[in-house]
């Protein structure tokens, strides 16, 4: 199965100044005005003396009623600056420019916590802190099968009816994760701690290439060469590869001597899910911001 899950709906509008320049802008508003309304004509002759002379109006461009109020409220004027902000996103920064109309979308495999899971978490972010290393656990967890790309929003049915069809007749299949491994995004702004898959890595490249058939019919960058399949477990804001990787050893034992022996990652691979976010929200791992 494949499920398709949407967070917000986007209605644009469009300037209603290029519909008047493609149907002839350029008539006057006198045309409009005599056509519709014969009250509103003028009195050439002046036998309406109650009646007041229509206003001309300036030669060019014609007047337009202004926006409502409700509506400008919609879209503040420092939407932009907010969402640019880092510190309302952790200290991530923004890894594409915002625009309106553009939808930052992955592919992945969620990742559904077992209950023993919780616990680990606590015992890596108290290694690592212990490490001068302070980590944020994700707030969910999947397996990436793409890279974050920009859909607009007239493509994403499309978009999404090209996955369909492509994973229609992928197999059911398990894969298992278990070896901790150090991650830094492209722009070196975020470093992760994620847990690689060691069993499906075959299974998830054909997954990968269904994809990427999709992605390059809509001229999207495809993924990685040769992907390291992983599910990222935590963060930190900057490159802190190496400070990391100081612990990365003492980190491994706890997940080679969990208690009831080597904790493993299960993730069925079932379904892929297809997720949209519109560019001014930020969705965490799998959004705009890196």
């Known amino acids: 199965m494949y499920t398709t899950t949407y967070r917000m709906m986007l209605v644009s509008y469009s300037s209603s ?21 014969p009250m509103c004509q003028e009195d050439p002759e002046g036998l ?9 109006q300036p030669a060019g461009k014609p007047s337009r009623l ?29 890894s594409f ?24 978490m606590e015992e890596l972010l108290s290694a690592a802190a212990a490490c001068d290393v302070v980590l944020t656990r994700q707030e969910e967890f999947h397996l990436s099968l793409s890279q974050t790309v920009v859909l607009r929003h007239h493509w994403i049915q499309p978009f999404t009816q090209s996955l369909k069809a492509g994973l229609l007749h992928c197999k059911r299949f398990g894969c298992l994760a278990g070896r901790l491994k150090i991650y830094c995004n492209a722009e070196r702004t975020r470093t992760f701690l994620g847990m690689e898959v060691v069993t499906g890595h075959a299974q998830l490249l054909d997954l990968v290439r269904v994809v990427d058939r999709t992605m390059t019919e809509f001229h999207l960058d495809t993924f990685y060469e040769d ?51 519109p560019l001014m929200k930020s969705e965490g791992f799998g959004g705009n911001h890196r």
């Open 97 to 120: 420019k915002h625009e309106r109309g553009n939808w930052a979308t992955y592919v992945y495999l969620p990742y559904h916590p077992e209950e023993e899971f919780g616990d680990l």
């Open 48 to 56: 309406n003396p109650g009646k007041k002379p229509k206003m001309k």
């Open 17 to 37: 100044s290029d519909e008047e320049s493609e149907n002839g802008g350029e008539a006057s508003n006198d045309h409009d005005i005599k056509s519709f309304s």
């Open 66 to 94: 202004p926006l409502p109020g409700c509506l400008l409220a919609m879209f503040p004027e420092d939407m932009d600056s907010k969402t640019e902000d880092s510190s309302l996103h952790g200290g991530r920064v923004r």
């Open 227 to 277: 992907p390291s399949f992983h599910v990222s477990l935590a963060w930190c804001v900057g490159d802190l590869t190496v400070q990391l990787g100081l612990c990365l050893q003492e980190l491994q034992r706890l997940i080679d001597n969990h208690e009831d022996g080597p904790f493993l990652l299960r993730l069925d691979c079932v379904e892929s899910l297809h997720e949209t976010a």
